[in-house]
């Protein structure tokens, strides 16, 4: 009789273990599988242009990815993806030397993205951007 009730309790202990490891190893994949949330993305970023210094930079998210404003000196804008095309670091703006700079490997970027030194082998990609009074609207 005893022992019967230890065979069921460890049946029950071994199935409970298995459903817990099924959903252990399951969920994550569901997730992975499952498509993204927009309402987690960003279409497009709104900054006040007064947040970005003349001759600095604001660092932003936009669709998950890093992207940079810089106002130049003058104060004409330019916006980046911050992802370093060589291997995807992000690029940091060196406001004294008017230029972006990869701390990764030591990819360097002008003001307009392009590559002035290092391994990136293509620009920063640029990124659209509408300035409508006061604010800037990236992407
Ligand atoms: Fe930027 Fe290598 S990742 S230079």
Redesign the pocket.
């Known amino acids: 009789m005893e022992s019967t009730n230890r065979r069921k309790f460890l049946i029950a202990s071994l199935g409970a273990l298995g459903v817990a490891g099924l959903g252990a190893v399951l969920y994550p994949l569901v997730r992975f599988l499952a498509p993204l949330k927009s309402a987690g993305i960003k279409q497009n970023v709104t900054l006040k242009l007064s947040e970005i210094p003349e001759g600095g930079s604001k660092v932003f998210e936009l669709n998950g990815n890093a992207g940079v404003i810089v106002k130049l000196r003058g104060g004409s804008l330019a916006a980046f993806s911050a992802v370093?095309t060589?291997?995807?670091?992000i690029?940091q703006w060196q406001k004294e030397q008017g230029q972006f700079l990869?701390p990764?490997?030591?990819?360097q970027f002008s003001a307009e993205g392009t590559v002035v030194g290092?391994?990136?082998p293509k620009p920063l990609a640029k990124l659209p951007f509408i300035v409508n009074g006061e604010n800037v609207t990236i992407g």
């Open positions: 370093c060589h291997l995807g670091c690029v990869c990764c490997h030591g990819g290092g391994p990136p």
